[in-house]
């Protein structure tokens, strides 16, 4: 998952949302072609369209005009919808019917085990562009079918923290230094919410500790090696204890009133970040992005950010290639270029998307990375001492699918006067009812 705004390029961003019911959306983006790339009207360019979900920050860092200056023959486009869950489903479909298809397409990190097991015949071997080496073994692997083709080039992973509110924590009687915040729960998310009760007690009335039950859940579950499938592609999701363990206590502190009621990334979690209604959230490094750009001016310096309980990944994506471009070589040499890591560095520096590789976290960019919203904190090598210790995932086909019938359908249910067995029962059905489809 990434942060959410609407970026253009050139050509019009055009999404078609669709209902698929159990709250899922289907979209597309669309420039007006068939999504294959040709020249570029008379000027003998080579166009190579990206179809994109969020804000992947190619454009905002110069990366697309840099490639440009350095390739005068290369004419680049983008198309964006705002969210995976309305992009995905679009792109799946196109896959199957190898239409419609931009030259590079983004793939989101809980989508990229459906997409190598299914789609990977659609898909260039990327391997032969990009460099395993310079890549996390555990990214470079996500992508790679068994008989070894690469068909996804990581552009990003989210190495978990926490990002809090010094001024609120300040109020509540909390200490306010990173080191010491973060000492208040290492080790256990059972102590990040004990701290949960403490704000309470003494915050500021009308405030909570947590922005919503989504973003607890998430970031437990992003701390566990194994979560929805075990690693022979069972879904285990109802059995596994550690499932059932994240949701009961998002469940708990959701009852005891130490979560906001809101739904992430909807308009009325984004007023809860501009009015300061809450005082920490799981954060990995796209969502200072978020923060910056929902907060009033006034937020600016007052946020800081401290290790997680433990670390976790949440978020990160892939850039892959349809072999049915008219041009998928050149395509594909650009999709290795915005990944090296050069790029991976500025990208850090401008958007905030924390590089998948390591050689990147020595740069410049990202030893001196500094984020208006959390002043002189040393982002860089925070993310990159969590990113250290990521458990290494077993990532399931319909991964994204769980994962947003236990926040959407589950925990946030319980903020809404549900019971926790009714949220879970709830939660369960939708989940079962999507996977049988």
Not at 258 to 271: M, S, V
Not at 354 to 363: H, K, Q, V
């Amino acid at each position: 998952m990434r942060a959410r705004t609407r970026i253009r390029r050139k050509a019009v961003v055009l999404a078609a949302l669709a209902s698929l019911g159990a709250g899922l959306l289907a979209g597309c983006a669309d420039d007006g072609d068939d999504g294959s790339s040709s020249s570029d009207g008379g000027s003998g360019k080579i166009k190579i369209t990206l179809g994109l979900f969020g804000t992947a920050g190619f454009e905002e860092s110069g990366l697309y005009k840099e490639y440009e200056k350095l390739h005068p023959n290369i004419d680049i486009q983008q198309t964006v919808v705002e969210r995976n869950e309305n992009y995905y489903p679009a792109l799946l479909n196109h896959l199957t019917t190898n239409s419609g298809l931009q030259d590079i397409q983004m793939v989101e990190v809980g989508n990229i085990a459906e997409i190598v097991q299914t789609q990977s015949d659609k898909l260039l071997d990327l391997s032969k562009y990009g460099k395993e080496g310079d890549y996390l073994d555990w990214k470079w692997q996500q992508a790679t079918t068994e008989d070894g083709q690469t068909i996804g080039l990581g552009t990003d992973v989210g190495p978990m923290a926490i990002c809090y509110r010094k001024d609120l924590f300040e109020k509540a009687g909390l200490p306010t230094d990173r080191e010491e915040v973060g000492k208040l729960w290492t080790g256990s998310w059972d102590k990040f919410v004990e701290v949960g009760q403490d704000y309470k007690a003494k915050g500021p009335k009308g405030t909570t500790f947590l922005d919503s039950p989504g973003g607890l859940i998430q970031a437990i579950l992003s701390s566990e090696k194994d979560r929805f499938y075990d690693s022979s592609g069972e879904v285990i999701y109802k059995t596994n204890p550690a499932v059932k363990a994240a949701f009961d206590l998002t469940a708990q502190a959701a009852e005891d009133g130490l979560i906001g009621n809101q739904t992430q990334f909807q308009p009325a979690w984004d007023t809860t970040i501009a009015n300061s209604k809450f005082a920490a959230m799981s954060c990995p490094p796209w969502m200072l992005g978020y923060i910056k750009g929902k907060s009033k001016p006034d937020a600016a310096g007052k946020w800081d950010i401290a290790q997680a309980p433990k670390s976790g990944n949440w978020g990160g994506s892939f850039l892959a290639v349809p072999k049915s471009g008219k041009n998928a070589e050149e395509a594909a040499k650009l999709a290795a270029w915005l990944t090296a890591p050069e790029q991976q560095a500025k990208l850090f520096g401008v958007q905030g998307s924390f590089p998948s590789t390591p050689a990147a976290y020595e740069s410049s960019e990202v030893t001196g990375a500094k984020n208006d919203m959390t002043g002189d904190a040393p982002i860089g090598p925070i993310f990159a001492q969590a990113a250290e210790n990521i458990p290494v995932q077993t990532i399931g086909p319909k991964d994204q699918i769980i994962q947003q019938g236990l926040t959407d359908n589950g925990v946030v249910l319980v903020t809404q006067g549900k019971s926790p067995e009714e949220a879970w029962n709830n939660a369960v059905k939708t989940i079962d009812n999507a996977l049988d489809q």
